[in-house]
């Protein structure tokens, strides 16, 4: 389990085996601690849809991840139960920033809602997430 303030080695140790999200996807953890988690993902042509835009499936990848830093981290292990995701623009920039923070930890949910903005500083989408404490 990782401490309530780990540093980013020891993040960075512990999400390496996200296989999906570091490997394939390729995000990566800028900060977290308890509650609060950002990644972020440099925008490449395996992100675009057909569109010329970054596909949603990489954004929402990309929100998880951070939830996964914020969710996972100073206590026992946590599950994504519900998403709600809002997509409200296209990137103008050629990489995305993720940034989860805890907004309720309970004894067995906790809430959370993620800001997706490019590194224009474009508002890109937002969602609201519920954990399980498992």
Known sequence: MLSERPTKEELEAF???DRFAVGAAGCAIVEGWRGHGIAEMS??????NAHGNVMGGAI???ADF????ASNTGCGPSVN???????????AGTK???TADCTK????????????TDDTEKLIARASVVCCNV
């Open 43 to 48: 925008i490449s042509d395996a992100h675009m």
């Open 60 to 62: 929402f990848t990309l």
């Open 81 to 91: 139960v519900s998403t709600n995701i809002d997509y409200l623009s296209s990137s």
């Open 96 to 98: 995305l920033i993720a």
């Open 15 to 17: 999400f390496s085996k």
């Open 66 to 69: 951070a939830l996964a830093i």
């Open 105 to 116: 930890e309970g004894r067995r949910l906790s809430f959370y809602d993620v800001i997706i």
